[in-house]
């Protein structure tokens, strides 16, 4: 249950990617016709941390989401209250960090928790509350984002920090 809500914590808080390009087009800070390499940026940033936070998860268990949760939760700072072009190309990589390496260790990590018998029932009610709650959170990002794009940045960050207390829980309570 720990980790479960930590996920939900996690989900609730991050921003979907077509809301940073909305932002980032309102700003004018990269043309339309080049909003498509900022997403590439985003997964070719996804691709890298996949890789190692998976790697690192072999080794560290929990702390590598530890790690990769604190690393990606600040990206809406750079990207939501600032209209720099290099601080967006910084909140879009720490985004790619945050997805990338969640991609890669939260099936792992329900794979480790739970036992063979019960993978699938597991799979099934992560990925629901996880939908859920991603859902959710973007709704409410959405109409933050039209209040003050800073209420969004200030929201999401605080979601995604309330999952750490609850990763180290499962950290402490599965220690390997």
């Not at 921003?15 to 909003?35: C, E, K, M, W, Y």
């Not at 940045?153 to 920090?161: D, E, H, N």
Request: proline letters at 3%.
């Amino acid at each position: 249950l720990l980790y479960l809500f930590g996920i939900m914590f996690f989900a609730l808080g991050f921003v979907d990617f077509p809301l940073i390009t909305l932002h980032v087009s309102r700003q004018n800070i990269i043309q339309g016709d080049a909003l498509p390499l900022l997403y590439a940026l985003a997964m070719l940033v996804d691709a890298f941390a996949a890789l190692f936070f998976g790697w690192l998860y072999d080794r560290l268990h929990f702390k590598a989401l530890l790690l990769s949760s604190l690393m990606a939760a600040f990206f809406p700072v750079f990207v939501f209250c600032s209209a720099s072009l290099w601080s967006t190309l910084v909140g879009v990589a720490l985004w790619g960090i945050g997805m990338g390496a969640h991609e890669s260790i939260l099936k792992a990590a329900v794979v480790t928790l739970t036992s063979k018998e019960k993978r699938s029932t597991n799979f099934g009610i992560f990925e629901s509350c996880f939908g859920l709650s991603w859902f959710l959170g973007s709704w409410l990002m959405g109409w933050l984002y039209d209040l003050e794009p800073t209420c969004l940045a200030a929201f999401s960050i605080t979601a995604q920090l309330c999952a750490l207390p609850l990763y180290l829980g499962v950290t402490m309570k599965n220690r390997q």
